[in-house]
């Protein structure tokens, strides 16, 4: 689903509504002002605060340092409330302005769900506009974007026409809304099947956001009362095997390799910690955004599915453990799975919302290896994509060892942005951008630390090879 910008979903899912609200009533019209900080306070001179409105009702927001460096940043925030916000969080973008760099982002269209991809890419373009007739040509701009962001970035990547020079993606949505959905919907009508049975539960189609909410704590209830028992979490794994849901939790050593329990007890701990509220919460404002409900199921072979995933071994090994016929459980899935997409929803979402595309700059993109709300697998099935499209050359991946979200020092993300920038200034790569140089890059930066480490990620569990098929027809 798609994935907040704070690292703590349930709350953002409860509270969303709410704050964005507050926050857009709370936003000032256009008005030019310095701010104090404390940069200022230590004699250098504070940035100039720039905030101006958008004709669709967005905000944007810009910063700029007296000593600019001629380069602007256009930051592109995830999933939450429709603020405007130019950093993905504020120690680097205090790093950053120190540097010398100008930055910018929008609020995205307000009046819209927060997946905000009727209107992210435009409202950026448009952000960039405003922000340029106020200080002028940049020498070069870099978009910036996370999680959801990340797919927006992904789309300026592709669609700058000579406006934007180079991107950095940070945790990105970037297998898009479609792929997002079905593989939570998987997830999802596993629980509802094998743990709640003849218990008709709504999983698509939401009305109200009540009745997402309603969804989410039957669904975690039934895995924490399955928790208990074997066969419940070998259950519980295989629905997390179709979530893509990694095996290594916060505050835990990663599990050995083979130690099939506690990996599944890691897996839980994100589901007690209330992932599916976010799920939940997220199908809702997807289906606002496009029109209805762009997943479905009808025609899945759930077998098929599972030995795709790289979680597999565990599921069967858990299984075998607990006396339980995986095979049943599957031809169950299989035969039960009538869940339909809504042609027009399917469509729109491909057209908003998808990262099947190619490139038009250079896009360096990183991921943790332990993303439990937009899972790392996303990086395989899009560079697959941007292969294809002949454009493999301008996208580079790296990968920080670490578990949850968008969980990134600020030396990492700066060093990702100076790889960046060696590829914008020389038209090559070169080794800027291999794990060995951005480690390099970001501990020399003396800030927070760093974990990039070599990776490659498997294969997303989606089972839809076809945008919409069979029901887009």
């Not at 099947?193 to 989410?216: C, H, N, Y």
């Not at 997390?240 to 599944?264: C, H, I, M, V, Y």
Request: hydrophobic share 40%.
């Amino acid at each position: 689903m798609p994935s907040p910008t704070s690292p703590h979903p349930p709350r953002i899912a409860r509270t969303r509504l709410r704050i964005a609200l507050v926050a857009l009533v709370t936003l000032a019209s256009a008005a030019l002002t310095t701010l104090p900080s404390p940069a200022a306070q230590a004699d250098t001179p504070a940035p100039t605060h720039l905030t101006g409105t958008l004709p669709d009702g967005a905000t944007w927001i810009a910063d700029v340092p007296e000593r600019w460096n001629g380069t602007l940043l256009l930051f592109s925030h995830g999933f939450g409330p429709l603020v405007a916000r130019n950093a993905p969080t504020e120690a680097v973008r205090t790093k950053l302005l120190a540097e010398g760099y100008a930055m910018a982002g929008s609020s995205y269209d307000p009046h819209g769900s927060m997946w905000a991809l009727n209107s992210a890419e435009r409202d950026q373009f448009a952000t960039l506009d405003a922000v340029t007739a106020k200080i002028g040509e940049p020498r070069r701009t870099l978009a910036i974007g996370n999680s959801m962001g990340g797919l927006v970035n992904a789309q300026l990547a592709r669609d700058g026409g000579g406006r934007i020079d180079g991107a950095l993606g940070q945790c990105g949505l970037v297998a898009g809304g479609t792929d997002l959905d079905n593989y939570q919907l998987d997830a999802e009508y596993t629980i509802a099947r094998l743990l709640l049975p003849g218990q008709d539960v709504k999983l698509v189609r939401f009305d109200i956001s009540a009745e997402a909410s309603a969804t989410a704590d039957l669904l975690t209830k039934a895995v924490t009362a399955a928790q208990s028992t074997p066969q419940g979490r070998a259950r519980i794994a295989l629905a997390a095997a179709f979530l893509n849901l990694p095996a290594w939790s916060p505050g835990k050593d990663r599990p050995a390799p083979t130690d099939w329990a506690e990996q599944q007890e890691q897996q839980y701990d994100w589901f007690a910690q209330g992932i599916l509220s976010f799920v939940e919460g997220g199908r809702y404002a997807v289906e606002r955004s496009v029109g209805g409900n762009n997943s479905w199921n009808r025609g899945v072979d759930y077998a098929r599915l599972l030995a795709g995933s790289a979680h597999a071994p565990q599921v069967r090994a858990l299984y075998r453990a607990a006396g339980l016929d995986l095979r049943a459980d599957l031809r169950t899935l299989t035969e039960g799975a009538t869940i339909t997409a809504d042609p027009d929803a399917v469509r729109t979402a491909r057209r908003t919302s998808s990262a099947g595309q190619g490139l038009e700059v250079p896009l360096l993109n990183i991921h943790t290896t332990a993303d439990n709300l937009v899972p790392v697998e996303q990086e395989n099935r899009f560079a697959a994509r941007v292969r294809a499209s002949g454009d493999g050359a301008l996208l580079r991946q790296a990968y920080v060892e670490r578990q949850g979200h968008c969980a990134f020092t600020t030396a990492e993300t700066v060093a990702a942005l100076h790889a960046l920038e060696h590829r914008v200034d020389t038209g090559r790569w070169d080794d800027a951008a291999t794990p060995a140089a951005l480690q390099r890059s970001a501990t020399e930066l003396g800030l927070d630390g760093a974990a990039y480490v070599p990776y490659r990620p498997a294969r997303l569990t989606v089972g839809r090879d076809r945008p919409g098929h069979p029901t887009d027809r």
